[in-house]
């Protein structure tokens, strides 16, 4: 499969907890992006790489999210002290750079976290 | 916070009839996606319009866009039972981050 990954699926864990989400991008896309969607909205813009440089973040990333993307492929996002808040759909997304500074983002099947 | 406001914030048709779907957004962009999302899955992307495109095709597919009126619709042609899904447009302002409105769920009856 050539497709965006991303794992877990589903993801149970209890408020105060540490989670890592993981997101394996198409694999020559250089652009990876991470969004929330909570249940009957469409997604909300989290963060962006290109490469491995994190070059935009949203207000909603308050500082117990972080993200990476070390060596420029896979990318995780990491949340600490989970609160019951947190609880949605994390989508990955990526997409190629390519001679229009605009392309198709492609999205992964995402993780669903549930905060108890 | 959500730019797009798609209307109707849902629609059930019969198979075979048409279903289209409204977007209205708030910023200039540089393009306009529209996706598609079957319950609890990941998105779907379905068309891109770029902001000097006024229509595109694809499949049963029909996109407009008219940047006077900030506003999108996506036509769906003779419907079937796997169109039942969300579907949401998006916005792309600066080649990086998209914007979704709240979507549209449809619900194509056998």
């Known amino acids: 499969d050539t497709g965006v990954s991303q794992n877990p699926r589903h993801k149970i864990t209890k408020r105060g907890q540490n989670v890592t989400f993981r997101c394996d991008p198409i694999s020559e896309h250089n652009r990876l992006y991470w969004y929330r969607q909570t249940l009957g909205q469409g997604p909300e813009f989290l963060t962006y790489?290109?490469?491995?440089?994190?070059?935009?973040k949203s207000r909603l990333l308050s500082d117990r999210f972080s993200a990476e993307r070390p060596k420029g492929s896979f990318s995780t996002l990491e949340i600490q002290r989970t609160e019951q808040g947190d609880s949605a759909m994390y989508l990955c997304?990526?997409?190629?750079?390519?001679?229009?500074?605009?392309?198709?983002?492609?999205f992964g099947p995402g993780t669903r976290l549930t905060v108890l | 916070s959500q730019q797009g406001e798609e209307d109707p914030q849902a629609l059930s048709i019969q198979e075979g009839e048409n279903a289209t779907m409204n977007c209205s957004y708030k910023?200039?962009?540089?393009?306009l996606q529209w996706y598609r999302q079957n319950s609890g899955r990941g998105l779907v992307h379905l068309i891109l319009?770029?902001?000097?495109?006024r229509e595109k095709h694809s499949g049963r597919l029909r996109v407009t866009l008219d940047t006077s009126k900030k506003s999108s619709s996506l036509l769906i042609t003779a419907s079937r039972a796997a169109d039942t899904a969300s579907y949401f447009c998006a916005t792309d302002l600066r080649g990086s981050r998209l914007t979704f409105g709240e979507g549209t769920q449809l619900t194509v009856n056998p």
């Open positions: 997304a990526s997409s190629p750079q390519g001679v229009m500074v605009t392309d198709t983002q492609y």
């Open positions: 790489f290109q490469n491995e440089a994190q070059l935009e």
């Open positions: 910023t200039s962009i540089n393009n």
């Open positions: 319009i770029r902001s000097n495109e």
